[in-house]
């Protein structure tokens, strides 16, 4: 058997980080196996469904580096195949038509809840004959479920659940415009498709028995279910935007790596061993559902941004300055030159070492490409006392007769000029870490100031002197 993965989202909003995670986890399943991953847009909310948010999906699940297999279903486009579905359980007496007014269905909810009871059809429909039909009225037609015995669901994660069917009640297939249930099109979509394991969250458990019975109505096979718990925030409440509920473009805008997230995500619920680094093709080759936990997993933002910093750190130099040039465009107020792109990658494995997002390594990078004279943070400029100028004055003296600008030929000579000023080397590399890139924190000084070459470093350290005067 092949196995048949799906994620199937409503574009009704934005692909929030608990769909990214199901769609993570259906994905792996289907690779670990050799299977297939398929994506359905559930659009049939045409009031809430927009392009917008389709585009969205696709975006975020390519940023994630999740590709599906085939082409992308549209639920909407399939109301004909669901509607002829309903129609043969109708015409097999496994459904019926159900004449039930608005008004009616509301006295039976308010009888339930008086008496105490579930919310739940009350089947006065589901033995009447045809000739009952009142005139001119349209029918929905509601499946004829067993009112008897359990449903039971054999669940990869949560385990054997078990429902009484008294407890259920004649679900509705097709409303009385023609239009199919959601319960009705996923059930079909899912057995059209093929899908052999149904990954999604707990809140879909109790649909589960539901289609269940709708699946044998059909005599189809019914999948394999597996209901991941939901995210909690760092507070054990539901996940919401407060705890970083954010659509997964936002997490790309905020400068994470779709490696990191594919990691994070998969840790959300996840486990094997004591493992917290776990690569792509490490997490295809172990992840399976014996290892998913019961228990909702929690958000943590800074766990993120840790587990970010060490794929930073594992990136390819050049891949992140692709990423940070847009960035440094607004930050410094012009595209960065080609000479600015050779030295940024020169600089990259210093610069990466302490970021922990794309966005903190570009303004980060900014000072290797900013033009002349450099804005100066605060403490920067608190730096740059009369005394630190004139110090600066005597070392760019000495600087400029280097004959070898290399890094530790740099620092020896800034060693000894120390020495001979009588000065700690702190003395003399704050000012100087100030005048070379504006701010007191950077990549060791002495590999910016090779890496900025001899003119540049002289000018920067001119020009921080002048801004003095």
């Known amino acids: 058997m092949t196995v048949v993965t799906r994620f199937a989202p409503s574009p009704t909003g934005y692909l929030h980080i608990g769909g990214a995670r199901t769609a993570l986890f259906n994905w792996l399943y289907s690779r670990h196996t050799g299977g297939e991953f398929r994506l359905r847009i559930e659009d049939t909310d045409r009031a809430r469904s927009t392009e917008g948010a389709v ?34 359980l109708l015409k097999a007496g496994r459904a019926y038509h159900c004449y039930a007014s608005p008004a009616e269905l509301e006295e039976m909810r308010e009888k339930a809840r008086a008496e105490g009871r579930p919310v739940r059809y009350d089947g006065r429909w589901r033995d009447r004959p045809a000739s009952d039909a009142p005139a001119g009225i349209p029918p929905v037609i509601r499946l004829r479920a067993p009112q008897t015995g359990q449903s039971v669901i054999f669940d990869k994660v949560q385990g054997e659940v078990t429902v ?107 486990g094997h ?26 958000f943590d933002m ?17 891949r992140l300055v692709d990423l940070i040039l847009p960035q440094l465009a607004t930050l410094i107020g012009q595209p960065v030159d080609a000479a600015g792109i050779t030295l940024l990658t ?33 403490k920067a400029a608190a730096l740059l006392t009369g005394e630190a100028k004139a110090v600066l004055v005597r070392l760019s003296a000495e600087l400029a007769k280097a004959e070898t600008w290399e890094e530790k030929a740099l ?59």
């Open 346 to 378: 020169a600089g990259m494995n210093g610069l990466k070492q302490r970021a922990k997002t794309l966005v903190e390594l570009a303004e980060s990078a900014a000072f290797y490409v900013r033009p002349l004279p450099l804005p100066m943070t605060d």
């Open 164 to 270: 009484a069917n008294e407890q259920l009640d004649d679900f509705v297939l097709l409303r009385a415009d023609g239009t199919p249930t959601y319960m009705l099109s996923v059930v079909v979509d899912d057995h059209d498709m093929g899908v052999t394991h149904v990954i999604r969250g707990d809140d879909h458990l109790n649909n589960a028995f539901r289609q269940s019975q709708l699946y044998q109505a059909m005599s189809w096979d019914v999948p394999v279910f597996a209901h991941i718990p939901l995210i909690h925030g760092p507070d054990g409440a539901k996940l919401s935007k407060r705890h970083g509920a954010l659509g997964i473009e936002a997490y790309r805008d905020m400068g994470f790596l779709p490696e990191a997230m594919r990691n994070y995500l998969l840790r959300l619920g996840w």
């Open 302 to 318: 800074a766990k993120l941004e840790n587990l970010n910093g060490h794929y930073l750190r594992e990136a390819e130099d050049a």
């Open 411 to 469: 620092e020896e000579q800034v060693r000894q000029f120390a020495e001979a000023e009588g000065l700690k080397l702190g003395a003399i590399a704050q000012p100087l870490r100030a005048a070379l890139t504006g701010s007191t924190m950077s990549p060791g000084i002495f590999e910016v100031l090779a890496l900025l070459g001899k003119a540049d470093a002289l000018q920067r350290m001119a020009a921080a002197g002048e801004a003095m005067l």
């Open 55 to 88: 585009q969205a999906i696709f975006d975020g699940l390519t940023w994630l580096g999740l590709d599906w297999d085939g082409e992308a279903v549209m639920q909407f486009a399939r109301a004909g195949r669901h509607a002829e579905v309903a129609n043969e």
């Open 273 to 298: 061993g004591d493992d917290e680094i776990i690569p792509t093709d490490k997490a295809i080759e172990w992840f399976d559902l014996d290892n998913v936990g019961r228990s909702p997993s929690r």
